[in-house]
């Protein structure tokens, strides 16, 4: 790929070409780029930067790293959407969705998502900077993100709230000094960072009064909205009738079937026999509770006297011990077509989540030749897949309600989740839950959007739902940017 270097240094510390243990903490380093996004050339500047997290006083207490690519030659940015991209974790770094999903470049994998050799990277074809502006942010302590003042508590950035508030203040600033407020502005989260996107639409259109377009919510958890007793139990189970379904271990009669027209079947048992069934709890007869278990069997692939033994419900852990115990072998967490070895064919949980693993192999090396090579990001900081920001303050979770009043405060807000079939961790029907749940009145359904992928929490990785999931995004984001002079109004 030719590029044409310009570098631009605003840093209290400089860079230099042997690196630095100490991350810059305002800085940016600005390369050129080419290339093809649905046969059409694409030119675009690459900013690979740091800018501060200040306290009250004005001081410097944390520098956050992020990328931010912009296609060249746009003359109206007022009306030229950006994207604000985050993965989870927490203490994930973005680089997932950045070097997988949206970004324009892509790592070496093969079309199911398995790592290659030689690592590496290479051009994505289906990239959405086409149409939008966007920015990969490591939150503290993610990638090369890091804390400046140690004497600052780690709970001004390790929690849900104290997290969403320090981050919304970077976001005003950045968009501030890229001068964005006019254009239509989303928010982007991959699992945790969907709890992140959340709040942070809350956040920032109540407290900085900056308003979205919409919020793109990836593989989401469960938003502080409760899924606890039958129903957390029960919820999962169309998750099982895909997996089993993926490794073909359904009966002939749903096995034949393609996987989007035999799962409405589980949904509907799950909604309308299973739950109620679980609340009856121990007031079930021994008939009912032998019916029970030969359905849950039939959909899940899991026998009759497993699930009996555990009082008809599977928890996710098992499930991936059990499916495939008889052939040797475990399956993913994060997704499920994955499969592992453990030392022992007995217990009953996995010994590792053999997708993760798979997934490490791949975007490690990538993401380090790609920062110094393409981006000439040079440092000799370590970057932090997966970084320290533990103990992290769960408490007082209702992003799902901030998300609410955020599109019931905001006509042009708009919801699209994104989730694949094989993810065990988020999985999609609580996804959907998440959607019936968090607008029970039903009047924001309209503005809600859902799609599927069969594949599992990182759906993009299979090659066919990268170009799907991003062509959704596409018209996602051109759907919902108003025309000209269009009324926020209901």
Same mark, same amino acid.
């Given at each position: 790929?030719?590029?044409?270097?310009?570098? $631009?240094?605003?840093?209290?510390?400089?860079? @230099?070409?042997?690196? =630095?243990?100490?991350?810059?903490?305002?800085?940016? %380093?600005?390369?050129?780029?080419?290339?093809?996004?649905?046969?059409?050339?694409? *030119?675009?500047?690459?900013?690979?930067?740091? =800018?501060?997290?200040?306290?009250?006083?004005?001081?410097?207490?944390?520098?956050?790293?992020?990328?931010?690519?912009?296609?060249?030659?746009?003359?109206?940015?007022?009306?030229?959407?950006?994207?604000?991209?985050?993965?989870?974790?927490?203490?994930?770094?973005?680089?997932?969705?950045?070097?997988?999903?949206?970004?324009?470049? $892509?790592?070496?994998?093969?079309?199911?998502?398995?790592?290659?050799?030689?690592?590496?990277?290479?051009?994505?074809?289906?990239?959405?900077?086409?149409?939008?502006? %966007?920015?990969?942010?490591?939150?503290?302590?993610?990638?090369?993100?890091?804390?400046?003042?140690?004497?600052?508590?780690?709970?001004?950035?390790?929690?849900?709230?104290?997290?969403?508030?320090?981050?919304?203040?970077?976001?005003?600033?950045?968009?501030?000094?890229?001068?964005?407020?006019?254009?239509?502005?989303?928010? @982007?989260?991959?699992?945790?960072?969907?709890?992140?996107?959340?709040?942070?639409? #809350?956040?920032? *259109?109540?407290?900085?009064?900056?308003?979205?377009?919409?919020?793109?919510?990836?593989?989401?958890?469960?938003?502080?909205?409760?899924?606890?007793?039958?129903?957390? &139990?029960?919820?999962?189970?169309?998750?099982?009738?895909?997996?089993?379904?993926?490794?073909?271990?359904?009966?002939?009669?749903? *096995?034949?079937?393609?996987?989007?027209?035999?799962?409405?079947?589980?949904? #509907?048992?799950?909604?309308?026999?299973?739950?109620?069934?679980?609340?009856?709890?121990?007031?079930?007869? !021994? &008939?009912?509770?032998?019916?029970?278990?030969?359905?849950?069997?039939?959909?899940?692939?899991?026998?009759?006297?497993?699930?009996?033994?555990?009082?008809? =419900? @599977?928890?996710?852990? $098992?499930?991936?011990?059990?499916?495939?115990?008889?052939?040797? +072998?475990?399956?993913?967490?994060?997704?499920?077509?994955?499969? /592992?070895?453990?030392?022992?064919?007995?217990?009953?949980?996995?010994?590792?989540?053999?997708?993760?693993?798979?997934?490490?192999?791949?975007?490690?090396?990538?993401?380090?030749?790609?920062?110094?090579?393409?981006?000439?990001?040079?440092?000799?900081?370590? +970057?932090?897949?997966?970084?320290?920001? #533990?103990?992290?303050?769960?408490?007082?979770?209702?992003?799902?309600?901030?998300?609410?009043?955020?599109?019931?405060?905001?006509?042009?807000?708009?919801?699209?989740?994104? !989730?694949?079939?094989?993810? /065990?961790?988020?999985?999609?029907?609580?996804?959907?839950?998440?959607?019936?749940?968090?607008?029970?009145?039903?009047?924001?359904?309209?503005?809600?959007?859902?799609?599927?992928?069969?594949?599992? #929490?990182?759906?993009?990785?299979?090659?066919?739902?990268?170009?799907?999931?991003?062509?959704?995004?596409?018209?996602?984001? *051109?759907?919902?940017?108003?025309?000209?002079?269009?009324?926020?109004?209901?």
């Amino acid at each position: 790929m030719k590029k044409y270097f310009y570098t $631009l240094f605003f840093a209290l510390f400089c860079l @230099i070409a042997t690196g =630095q243990t100490k991350l810059p903490v305002d800085s940016v %380093i600005i390369t050129k780029h080419t290339t093809t996004i649905k046969g059409q050339t694409i *030119q675009y500047t690459a900013h690979k930067g740091t =800018q501060p997290v200040w306290d009250d006083a004005g001081n410097p207490i944390a520098s956050l790293d992020y990328t931010y690519y912009e296609r060249d030659g746009i003359t109206d940015k007022d009306t030229r959407p950006l994207v604000i991209s985050f993965n989870g974790g927490p203490g994930s770094a973005s680089v997932w969705m950045q070097i997988a999903y949206t970004g324009p470049t $892509l790592i070496n994998i093969d079309d199911e998502g398995n790592p290659v050799q030689p690592y590496g990277f290479k051009k994505n074809p289906y990239s959405i900077l086409d149409v939008a502006d %966007i920015i990969f942010i490591n939150p503290v302590n993610t990638g090369y993100s890091r804390i400046l003042d140690e004497k600052v508590s780690r709970s001004t950035f390790f929690g849900t709230n104290a997290d969403i508030r320090y981050l919304a203040s970077w976001i005003n600033n950045f968009v501030t000094r890229q001068n964005r407020w006019p254009s239509p502005k989303y928010l @982007i989260g991959e699992s945790y960072g969907t709890t992140r996107v959340s709040g942070l639409v #809350h956040e920032l *259109q109540n407290n900085h009064w900056m308003y979205f377009n919409g919020v793109v919510l990836v593989s989401p958890t469960d938003l502080g909205i409760k899924r606890d007793g039958p129903v957390g &139990a029960a919820l999962t189970l169309p998750y099982y009738a895909a997996t089993a379904w993926y490794h073909d271990k359904l009966p002939g009669n749903l *096995q034949q079937k393609d996987l989007t027209d035999m799962l409405p079947e589980v949904e #509907h048992f799950t909604v309308n026999e299973y739950i109620p069934a679980l609340v009856k709890g121990g007031l079930l007869t !021994a &008939a009912e509770k032998q019916a029970l278990a030969r359905k849950i069997s039939q959909y899940s692939g899991i026998s009759e006297k497993v699930i009996l033994q555990n009082n008809l =419900q @599977i928890s996710t852990n $098992l499930f991936w011990k059990e499916l495939l115990r008889e052939e040797g +072998y475990t399956v993913g967490r994060l997704d499920s077509r994955y499969r /592992g070895i453990d030392k022992r064919d007995a217990g009953e949980r996995p010994d590792y989540n053999a997708e993760l693993t798979s997934w490490l192999h791949s975007f490690t090396p990538a993401i380090n030749h790609y920062m110094r090579t393409a981006l000439n990001f040079k440092t000799d900081l370590k +970057y932090n897949m997966f970084g320290p920001v #533990h103990p992290w303050d769960r408490s007082n979770d209702r992003t799902g309600e901030s998300l609410r009043q955020a599109m019931a405060i905001n006509p042009y807000l708009h919801v699209l989740v994104q !989730a694949g079939y094989y993810d /065990g961790a988020c999985d999609y029907f609580s996804a959907k839950y998440n959607m019936w749940q968090m607008d029970p009145s039903g009047k924001l359904q309209d503005r809600m959007h859902y799609e599927g992928y069969r594949s599992g #929490h990182m759906m993009y990785l299979r090659k066919l739902d990268l170009e799907k999931a991003n062509e959704d995004l596409r018209v996602f984001i *051109q759907a919902s940017t108003p025309a000209p002079g269009t009324p926020a109004a209901f």
